[in-house]
């Protein structure tokens, strides 16, 4: 799954939330689903890693689910 989790979300997004996602700023929803990305950024859950992987390409990659471990 952890290969997919960009399309995934955007499915359930863009399936429940269409006008948010494609209006000037899209907009995630309020879960709480902790992703860590290879950055070491702890992101609110998979549509906001998705949104700045989006923002900044493909720079920013999942780590894994749950917080990100500070060393």
Known sequence: MAA???VIV????SSTWAPTVFSDEP???DIAA???ATNGHTFQNEC???LA?????????F??????ERG
């Open 4 to 6: 997919f989790p960009c």
């Open 10 to 13: 955007f499915f359930l997004v």
């Open 27 to 29: 907009e995630c929803p």
């Open 34 to 36: 902790p992703v860590c």
């Open 48 to 50: 906001f890693f998705c």
């Open 53 to 61: 992987q989006w923002e900044f390409g493909h720079r920013i990659k």
């Open 63 to 68: 780590g894994n689910y749950g917080k990100c």
